[in-house]
């Protein structure tokens, strides 16, 4: 079987992560996965660093930098972990998952930061890309209110880091909405109890190959106590 994280965060683009990529990959490899996802904070959110920290830099600047996280993130892990590329999309404390895109889509498709996240959302369906709404009933003292977009294909209905609540509304909205249900940890300490993700019958080979996996409803949801020894 093959275990792969879905939505995870290091230290080195993601604001609220507390996460070296060290210790990312230090965790996933005792563990017991065979990959993970890399989806860091996008630019457009408050909690990506080269949104807060480097606002000066140029668009294209921005994507190169934050493609670089992945690939120094993917070269730590080389004999480890496979490592993939998706990012989080954020509006407001609502956060959509992206899969399929690479550095060079991104860079052609600027006008996404003058989209609204529902035109955001149509746009990333319409070019090929898994667009999947995480923790979609995530509450916090910075979320004035819960947003849902049934336009995203997908739905985070379990997310290790969330409460039961918010996974079993989750659950349900994917089910009432017939949406293609994902799971993830969300890590971002190390301290974190349960991982999660999704466990496929063979070797996820790209990106490309997850989506089409998920999309057939192959993916078998992982729970499992974190042994992570730092």
């Given at each position: 079987m093959y275990?792969?994280?879905?939505?995870?965060?290091?230290?080195l683009l993601s604001n609220c992560s507390r996460l070296s990529p060290e210790q990312l990959v230090g965790i996933y490899e005792q563990n017991g996965y065979n990959g993970i996802i890399i989806t860091e904070h996008f630019i457009n959110s408050g909690s990506c660093k080269l949104d807060m920290y480097y606002g000066e830099l140029s668009?294209?600047?921005?994507?190169n930098r934050f493609y670089d996280g992945?690939?120094?993130?993917?070269?730590?892990?080389?004999?480890?972990?496979?490592?993939f590329f998706g990012f989080e999309y954020g509006y407001k404390g609502t956060?959509?998952?992206?899969?399929?895109w690479d550095k060079q889509k991104l860079l052609g498709i600027e006008q996404i930061l003058q989209m609204t996240t529902r035109e955001f959302i149509e746009f990333a369906n319409s070019t090929g890309a898994l667009t999947v709404h995480a923790h979609p009933f995530r509450e916090a003292h910075y979320i004035d209110h819960i947003r849902l977009y049934p336009q995203v294909e997908g739905v985070e209905v379990y997310n290790a880091c969330r409460t039961d609540l918010c996974n079993a509304l989750g659950e349900n909205y994917a089910t009432m909405y017939n949406k293609v249900g994902l799971a993830?940890?969300?890590?971002?300490?190390?301290?974190?109890?349960?991982?999660s993700g999704l466990e496929f019958e063979e070797k996820v080979q790209?990106?490309?190959?997850?989506?089409?996996?998920?999309?057939?409803?192959?993916?078998?949801?992982?729970?499992?106590d974190n042994v992570y020894e730092d």
């Open positions: 275990k792969l994280e879905t939505h995870c965060h290091s230290n668009y294209k600047e921005k994507i992945y690939l120094h993130i993917k070269e730590l892990a080389k004999g480890k972990l496979d490592v956060d959509i998952l992206v899969y399929g993830g940890t969300d890590i971002h300490y190390t301290d974190v109890k349960t991982l790209s990106v490309e190959h997850f989506i089409s996996l998920v999309r057939a409803g192959k993916g078998k949801i992982i729970k499992k």
